[in-house]
């Protein structure tokens, strides 16, 4: 069964820690995304990245940092936590130019 | 810039009640609508993809269907199982592989 693995579904982090989110994918695919999502507001984008090694901005990267050093890894990085930060983030990863992204099972973050 | 509004915010149905969620869009030249599937504390999981106005899709009790504005998901004789929030999202031409979400359907059916 192909998936998105998120390596936490909880984390707990205290602001101004450096904090680490991992997804891996086993789908061969190109683009993989960063998303957080919170009530009233949605999906949003952070970053997102087509290749190995390459990263764009989403609608909202401020705070936040991407790395891709291999197809089927991209990390997220929160580099100086903070409390508005707190929130689900949620991967994924899709075909060049396909929508129909598959999802991960998201990491429930709380900064305090 | 691409947007999406869906409607109702929340639906609740008896069990069998069928009914429609609808979602409204406006994007620089449609490449593809899609709906997804949300369970509480987990990701979303792809529905369907439809990619032209007049274009249907099935599975189960729920059928996709795509006007030029709008694209509206029916449920037919829901059962409770249904109950999630139902996101929909669309790729304009000048988006890459990018969708813009709505904020979503949370759908509850009880029994």
């Known amino acids: 069964d192909v998936k998105v693995t998120q390596s936490s579904r909880y984390l707990v982090k205290r602001t101004g820690e450096k904090v680490f989110l991992e997804c891996v994918q086993d789908?061969?695919?190109?683009?993989m995304f960063w998303y957080r999502q919170d009530p009233g507001l949605g999906l949003r984008l952070i970053y997102f990245s087509y290749d190995v090694k390459m990263k764009e901005k989403g609608d909202i990267p401020e705070g936040y940092s991407v790395s891709r050093e291999k197809k089927e890894r991209f990390s997220l990085i929160l580099e100086s936590a903070s409390t508005n930060q707190t929130s689900m983030y949620l991967c994924?990863?899709?075909?060049?130019?396909?929508?129909?992204?598959?999802f991960g099972s998201g990491t429930r973050l709380t900064v305090v | 810039e691409d947007q999406v509004t869906q409607s109702p915010e929340a639906l609740r149905l008896q069990e069998g009640e069928s009914s429609s969620l609808n979602c409204s869009y406006t994007?620089?030249?449609?490449?593809?609508l899609f709906w997804y599937r949300q369970d509480p504390g987990k990701g979303p999981e792809f529905l369907f993809t439809l990619y032209s106005a007049g274009e249907e899709k099935e599975k189960e009790r729920l059928k996709a269907t795509l006007t030029k504005k709008e694209s509206f998901l029916h449920i037919t004789a829901p059962k409770p199982e249904d109950s999630a929030t139902y996101l929909c999202a669309v790729q304009g031409e000048t988006s890459g592989s990018r969708l813009t979400f709505g904020e979503g359907t949370q759908l509850t059916v009880n029994p």
């Open positions: 994007v620089s030249g449609l490449r593809g």
């Open positions: 994924a990863s899709s075909l060049p130019n396909q929508g129909g992204y598959t």
């Open positions: 789908m061969d695919h190109e683009n």
